[in-house]
């Protein structure tokens, strides 16, 4: 197949067998469940590309007689259906991960960005320190200390190339190629997939209500290597890992020599309460690794993350940092550092919580109105992002990829579960969510590609 999605690339050959007179009104198409066997791809992924066909009259179905080339075809030349939306062709509104682009300070990072520039002399033109510029792990170390309770030296600090760069700089510092890694279940996509793709062993372990279940993580394995946990507001179920349970995380890790990566991903953002202690606060034993990124707090084109290492990793961090030597732009990491040390930072996500409270807000009741009888969305104390469970018998990634075509940018929660067949829902994003009226509209087309998702399901069932 080509480089389209799978999906799109069936549509695709059904378009042109058409159009080349190889298939003709009236004639049987083969079901979805043998032509999913036949080509060797999901059930899902044949449903999105006959959902599409007949939406656009080229197929008709025919409940238990199955499923035809229609009797009158549009009048069209054949090309591709509308690529899915990429990172590069702009945000969309109920996309994942991101913060709201539209209330980001653009005004005051211009003029610290322009004051650092003024400021450029030979020294800053070098390739800089490959731990990250020493101004920007000082702000951090105080800025964890200060809202984190999180106590280290800028010297346990490493800067690096956004989360992905913090987890390539653990797996060589940890020698991690070949070793076992508890991983949640579901969790964090595109960490699993890194992490698979430095040679990681990576180890389901369940998720419930009370966060990560250490006791099956034990069962499963208990001489891991690594354990890597977001224990604030877990990605994408939004628990928070319960006070017993982390104590077992952390006494599990003292016994067996292993490591704790604290992902702190969204902890800043809780819209019920305190923000919740990091779990490097209560690491007495020195085992966790703090993880944290700007991505999240100002925008993800930033690329910048960081580490905090337990002091007797530090030169072993040193030397793979030396090694891989992924530094980031010495002129980013200073404006950074000025907006940490001049409040700025703790000011704008105090704004940021105001903020998505209200877009949160929108986008809950417009589902909960429009979407009643399709979805129910999970109460989460925080995060930028909601899970919508699907109270309808229909593929959560046939529904994804209709919503992607449909621009929304919703995310299947299946595509991130290792186990298969637990958890049915849709991720979304809401901090873009400009107002309520456009919330009303993204429920309403949410609505639509849910009932249509319906139709194909009973279709080919039948």
Known sequence: ?????????????????????????????????????????????????????????FFEARGQAGTVIAGALPQVSVKP??????????PRPLQMGLPALDAFPRKLWARLVTRQVRRTD????????????????????????????????????????????????????????GQRCWFEDPGYLHARQLLIHQGVEVVPVPVDADGLEVERGMQRDRQARLAIVTPAHQ??????????????????????????VEDDYDSEFRYRGQPLAALKSQDVGDRVIHAGSFSKMLFPGLRLGYLVVPAAL????????????????????????????????????????????????WLVEALRVHCSGFLRVDEQAGGVNLLARLLVEVPDDVVAVAADNAGLGVQALSGWMIEPGRE????????????????????LVLHRVIAGGISVAAVTAT
């Open 1 to 57: 197949m080509s480089s389209l999605p799978k999906y799109q690339e069936i549509y695709r050959r059904f378009r042109l067998a058409i159009d080349q007179g190889q298939l003709g009104p009236g004639d049987r198409v083969p079901s979805v469940r043998s032509l999913a066997l036949e080509l060797k791809v999901a059930r899902g992924t044949v449903e999105a590309a006959y959902q599409l066909l007949v939406s656009e009259g």
């Open 81 to 90: 259906p509308p690529v899915v939306l990429s990172a590069t062709s702009g």
């Open 122 to 177: 030979a020294d800053s033109l070098a390739m800089g320190d490959v731990r990250g510029v020493e101004a920007l792990r000082v702000a951090i170390a105080n800025y964890l200390a200060l809202y984190r309770g999180v106590e280290c030296a800028p010297r346990q600090v490493f800067v690096c190339a956004g989360y992905a760069g913090c987890l390539m700089l653990l797996c060589d510092a940890l020698q991690m190629a």
């Open 235 to 260: 990605s994408p179920l939004g628990v928070a890992l319960s006070p017993a349970r982390r104590l077992a995380l952390l006494e599990w890790a003292r016994e067996q020599g292993s490591w704790v």
């Open 314 to 361: 530090v030169e072993a961090f040193e030397r793979s940092a030396e090694a891989l030597q992924q530094r980031t732009a010495q002129l980013l990491q200073l404006t950074v550092a000025d907006f940490l040390e001049q409040g700025h930072f703790t000011r704008h996500l105090k704004q940021m919580r105001q903020l998505y409270a209200q877009r949160r807000g």
């Open 424 to 443: 049915r829902g849709l991720l979304m994003g809401f901090t873009n969510v400009a107002t309520a009226g456009q919330a009303v509209e993204l429920a």
